[in-house]
């Protein structure tokens, strides 16, 4: 059963463009949701959070939304640069510790 | 160090052998994770040490796979009779109590 979902396995945006990251869940417990980006053969860094109180967080060219009634997210990078070429994950938990459930990653790739 | 370490980077064994992947967390940091990716997946959760609580381990695939945390520190997971699906790459990560996981560069495990 995958909780969390990431429907398109990659994309691809021009430099300069919105970068436009999307991911749903089904769990209805998770209160906790992060983006994660991957870099080949690096572990998964930190990108951003939000808390299922807030709709929106933003973080410099990186902001992410919540859609609760939806259980949808979504991370827009604005504006997209090649440096941001890498796999992103989101994750999501339901404790405020407790394991991460993590989507299948997109691809995303930032063409000059 | 400074991050999660994890050893070794590489390891190609025979069908059958048996493995220990090892990890060192950030100090002070109270919770570990294993995670998983397996080519073209995302990340699959394997088990999860929190303090001295009984550890999560609704993750393992199988009997074969086991983990200890020796200290509250370093992790050692254990593969038995390794089988060719079980190759991927094998992530640690550890978390303070922000929450936000930070990874290890992972050991990547090549099953012949």
């Known amino acids: 059963d995958q909780q969390v979902k990431q429907n398109s396995p990659s994309l691809s945006v021009q430099e300069g463009r919105i970068s436009i990251l999307n991911c749903d869940y089904t769990?209805?417990?998770?209160?906790?949701f992060l983006w994660y980006k991957k870099y080949p053969a690096e572990g998964p860094t930190f990108l951003i959070s939000i808390s299922s109180i807030k709709d929106k967080n933003e973080d410099g060219r990186f902001t992410v939304f919540l859609n609760k009634s939806a259980k949808h997210l979504s991370l827009h990078i604005v504006p997209s640069q090649p440096g941001d070429s890498a796999v992103y994950f989101c994750a999501a938990r339901g404790t405020s510790y407790g394991k991460l459930t993590f989507g299948q990653g997109t691809i995303l790739t930032v063409h000059p | 160090g400074a991050g999660v370490s994890q050893s070794p980077s590489n390891k190609v064994t025979e069908k059958g052998k048996d493995v220990e992947l090892r990890c060192d967390p950030i100090?002070?940091?109270?919770?570990l994770y294993w995670y998983r990716q397996s080519l073209g997946q995302g990340l699959e959760f394997l088990i999860y040490f929190q303090g001295n609580s009984a550890p999560d381990k609704s993750g393992l695939p199988s009997d074969r796979f086991s983990a200890e945390r020796t200290g509250g520190s370093v992790s050692t997971l254990t593969i038995q009779r390794t089988q060719q699906e079980d190759s991927a790459v094998y992530l640690c990560a550890s978390s303070s109590k922000t929450g936000e996981l930070f990874f290890g560069e992972g050991s990547r495990l090549t099953v012949l």
């Open positions: 769990n209805s417990m998770f209160d906790y």
């Open positions: 100090s002070g940091h109270t919770a």
